[in-house]
C-alpha cells in the first residue's frame, strides 16, 4: 500500500511563495517519477511539474521561471517551490506518483488528497 501526504498550502497574496511537500510511504522500492498537478474549478486536472528520478523535469508552460520541482529520492518526497504566485495559481494541488514499486506489486499511478492553494490580489 502506497500513501502520498502532501502539506504547505495555504493563503498567500500575489507574489508570495509558498513550499509544497509530498511524501510517500509504504513499502517502497522505488517510484519512476513524482509530480504535481493541480485543478481549478470547472477546469480539468493539469500538470504543473514531474520529476523523474534521474532529476529530469518538466514543468507547464504557465510555471516555468517561477516553480521549482524538486526531489529526495532517499526519502520518496517530492517539493514545489511556488514563487511569484498569482491569482490564476489558485487551484487544489495534488501529488501523484508514478510507477510506484512496492513488495509484490507496480502501481502505475498514485495520488494524495490535494492540498488547497489560494492566492489573492
Known amino acids: 500500500q502506497v500513501q502520498l501526504v502532501e502539506s504547505g498550502g495555504g493563503l498567500v497574496q500575489a507574489g508570495g511563495s509558498l513550499r509544497l511537500s509530498c511524501a510517500a510511504s509504504g513499502s517502497i522500492f522505488s517510484i519512476a517519477a513524482m509530480g504535481w498537478y493541480r485543478q481549478a474549478p470547472g477546469n480539468q486536472r493539469e500538470l504543473v511539474a514531474i520529476i523523474t528520478g534521474s532529476g529530469s523535469t518538466n514543468y507547464a508552460e504557465s510555471v516555468k521561471g517561477r516553480f521549482t520541482i524538486t526531489r529526495d529520492n532517499a526519502k520518496n518526497t517530492v517539493y514545489l517551490q511556488m514563487n511569484s504566485l498569482k491569482p490564476e495559481d489558485t487551484a487544489v494541488y495534488f501529488c501523484?506518483?508514478?510507477?510506484?514499486?512496492?513488495?509484490?506489486?507496480?502501481?502505475?499511478?498514485?495520488w494524495g488528497q490535494g492540498t488547497q492553494v489560494t492566492v489573492s490580489s
Open positions: 501523484n506518483a508514478d510507477g510506484v514499486r512496492v513488495i509484490g506489486r507496480l502501481i502505475p499511478r498514485s
